[in-house]
């Protein structure tokens, strides 16, 4: 070995060295299943960004369990067979050893039927309830949680007498109109229309004359990316907006950019996350996301954040079950607790108990109006 | 003549081999996704057969790949539970199949010239297709498919089931190389050359093409049925525009005339599109610029490039069979036309046009440019619309029956622009022309059709020894009089008892017409046939000394023998310009 | 007439200005020159998209038309030129070709702005009340474009020297040939106008839609049935297209939901392919 090679191999050994984790040998995969194309294409970019960020401060203090965490991407945005196909080759593929997932509920289903419990599975955006399979994490909000305080909420707040209920035709969709109907009934309102839309259309005028039509005076809409948006701004431009409030359990900062402040009066939100939350965690978490993306960072918004909660959790019931195994793990998660930006969430039944906040929509944005602490899931899955 | 034997199988045979070498040379993941390819592959080879061998293009196969994927789903994850609904998957396979024949006997039927629409009709209904299982979410799980589809009983999905799909694909190519060689195979090229040739032979254009649009929605929904184990799910994007789209792209790049092509094209392009598509955002533009570039200079795709064409060249082999009797009937029918009116665009074409032909004979049928000749015989086939009066051939009213109907009645025609099969050999064209009549279903599948002869056939190959010694020369590549003479040959096989030649020696030298009115007044006699010869060389005319009509704007002006019409006043007023 | 009448009303002309907009291109290309061109919709996902790269590059909203122009221009002089010309007299390769094309376009698009969904600004989201409802400002615009459009399209051809070489080339090309008529160069202009039409829709619509690569498919379909089922070449026909499937398509999905309402576009327009395939008011 001569000198110049001695010399480029101390130096990287002190650098090494001068690192403060100590990593056990080799990196531990983990697979990232994130929309970069098709309706929910639009949160691919902060999404990827929020899971780097995850790794980075996973791998910040010691890793998981003590190994390194390597990401791989795979596009979950395409119909649930392609994605599938997508898992598949991360996972036998590439050897991921744990995926993460922030993606609609079809595409859940097919990656359910694949992964059969051999590996575990985080999922974390919204969603309708009701996933139960072995060795499947919810971290996401649930249509109980974002409704059941609020619905009630509102009612007192803005005393709307007419609901109507519009959705896309997917379980989601209607699982969460349905729930909602419950909730609205308790009230003593009525609910006036239920409708589903496929998401490729981009056509609203018949579903808002039926809106209109029906005097409705409060709105629940239960879409997705681009039909919401397209939805909100005919909504607005039909005049509609000063005539019935609206509230969505899947607005968030970028679906609000698209929508645009102006078409947005009257318009509420509920969620488990919002970029302008000013709870010191929260604060702290924009702010570590604004320094390491810079100013021209995607912007922040619930989905993408659920993706960060999805590595926290990984990392605390790995933790504390001492091995990637699902069966280990599945006996360990009932209980884990960790502390994020959106608060303190718990895990019960292998979904979470966690903060809620409803918004309305400002001069600058989302505004919130009402935090919810510790919501239950209000989903019972027996541990397997 | 004799006929070939089986170098049709070397490529399925070649693909074998590369399956099985694969499983030992890769692992588990890889033959997992080759798999899948291989899947896509079949189906792929359903397009080549109809695109690359009949000349129609469906571009809307996915339709039956997905009703072959949710039946075969369907029925797997009810046999879970009941075993007895197994016996239900054939369905999977038959049911898409008799749509798509019923399907393109309905649209065939109607028009000829169909080509485009027809594609256009398939897409839209691949359309409706997925619309329909997107909706219909309790039959087929809606947006997010059908799931829990177990693997058949025995094989596993990331490892044995590879051998099943790659025997379904190798079986595919095996049948579908030995198809093209046959006499099916052989029409097959025809119609896609020349389908109004092939009517006039009496052959039914319109139910081969339905029976091979069948056969190709068949393997589509034999993949579909492969691709719903294989996958475990099946989402509404199996039955997509989409997937219906890189079908038609993998089978023009692979080569559409080659089921080999074919399946490589969806293997080798589709699997590298999955594995670049991640890694480079330019791939699919590439893809893009290379289905335009092939489209566009490559017509045979890459495989063409490779000259894997289908063999189809010399075989020697079969000894010489005698063809069995043809169907047509044994007498000439009596030719009526009664008043028969057509006309196109305001344009009288035909305007009452009468007469009677009975009995055995040449007649001759003169007459100025526009008389309306070529249209007699074009109503007489179902080229032109009859907008009134009636023709009876042989007791019955053919008015603006079918072609290959009129055929049938014993009929032969000879066009004006002599009209063969230009990509078929010689021997393939006789071929064609003896079958007529002749070819039951069961027997277009054996080889034994290609070594019939009829004397007939040998006595018409000694007056024209040009054309023995052509057999396997394109037809295309003859010269205008052996190509007239080819012509000729192949109106007289099917043995028709009525000849409706028209100008058969146009184009040739004063010796070849001389040669060929010989050969016509032989071969007449022969079929104890009546025929109806338009001709404008009268020394022709002269030579065949039977009764001449002369037809003038759409009517018969006069009848009788050629020296009655030379004296005739009207008839030299007409040919001297002096009357309209 | 009140207020929920008088907006289904205008709904109704709303959606029946839209098809004929993304309609016309077509129409010119297809039913005048009998070219199939499958990349139509793509040429109208381009224009579109011109809307997206104004706003992205800054500049006014207004910009997106020459841009859509330019561009749609310069890619039909090329298509019509090297892919389109040579295969003038063969329709089945005429549609593959241009499919590539599609194909090529909506791979290009995406490699550059990515397979999801864009987001276009608008000006003129207001309402406008109108009677006794009120009505979003820009599409009523829209809607008086569209009339203004038709109108001048339909005088010129009617009434002008180039329209008349048009209509005689259409007729019959070889007697326009011999007239002198430079039939080559005709065909070429005709065909740009045509993508230039079908690019000048997309920057119209660009606020109201969901501006994807893959929009092109739904627009080409649509326009190819107005088509066929209104007959090629004669503005009857394409009124009447327009009316029958723009109208039952209305008629339906506000019945029976917009999945309903395309699915009995599909099958009208099957029932035309197989059964009356020149259309309602063809030229012959």
Redesign the interface.
Known sequence: MDRRQFLHSAAAATALGALPPVFAAGAVKVGVMI????????F?PSCKACAELAAETVNARGGLLGQKIELLF??A?L????A??AALKLW??SGAAAVIGMHD??VR??LV??FKGQVPYFYTPVYEGGECARGTYINGETPQQQLQPVIPWIAAERKPKKWYLIGN???WGRNTNAAAKGYIEKTGAQVVGD?Y???????F??SL?RI??SGADAVLVSLV??SS??FH??F????LAEKALRLGTLIEENTL??I?L??AKNLYSSAGYFANITTPAATAFADAYAKRFGPQAPALNGLAESTYEGFLMLEAVAKKAGALSVAKMDAASEGVSYSGPRGAVTMKSRHVEQDVYVADVGDKGFRIVKTFSRVSSGQTCQAA | MRAPRGRSLWPAAALAAALVALRFVGNDFLAYQVALFLIYGIATQGVALCWGRLGFLPLGHALFFGLGAYIAGGTAKAGVAQPLWWMALPLALLLPALLAWMVARLVFARRMRSGPYFSLITLAMTMLGFLAAQQWSGLTGGFNGMGDIPEPPGLERFSTLYWLVAAAAVASTATLGVLVGRPLGVLWRAIAQNEERLQLFGYATDRIKANAYALSAFLAAGAGALFATHQGIVTPQAMSFVLATEFVIWAAVGGKASPLGALLGAVIVGYASAELRDHFATWEVFVGLLFIAVVRFLPEGLSGLAGMKALRAARPGLAPVPAPPTRAPEQAPALVYDDVRSSQGGVRILDGLSFRLEGPGIRAVIGPNGAGKTSAFNVLTGHLPVTAGRIIAGGRDVTGQAAWRVARLGVGRKLQVPSVFAELTVRENLCVALWAGRLHAPAALHDSPHAWHTPLLDEMLGCFPELAASLEVPAGRLSQGHRQALEFVMTVLPEPHLLLLDEPCAGLSPAETHQMIQVIQRAVQRLNAAALLIEHDLAAVAALQGEVYVFHQGRMLAQGSLQAMQADPAVRAVYAGARK | MDGGTLLHALNLVYELATLALTTLGLAVVFGLLGVMNMAHGEFVMIGAYSVVAVQQWGLPTIAAFPLAIAVCAALGWVVERWLIRPLYRRPFDTLLATWALAMLMRKVVEAIWGKGFRNVEDALTVAVPIGSTSYPAYRLGLIALAIMLLAALFFWYRRSSAGLRVRAMTGNPMLAQALGIDTQRLASRTFVVGVVLAGTAGVMLAPLIRVEPGIGVDYLLDAFFVLVVGGLGTLGGFAGGVALIGGSQALVSSIAGQTSGYAVVLIISILFLWLKPNGIFSRR
Request: net charge negative.
């Open positions: 929309p970069q194309s098709g309706p929910g294409g639009l691919g795979a596009d945005g119909a649930p067979a392609e599938a196909q036998k593929g509920s079809a289903g097919a039927n694949l035709d997917y379980i409708e839309l496929p998401f490729t259309v981009d056509n005028d018949a004359a209109r039509d990316g681009g948006v397209g701004k005919a607005a431009s039909f005049g950019a698209g645009g102006a078409n």
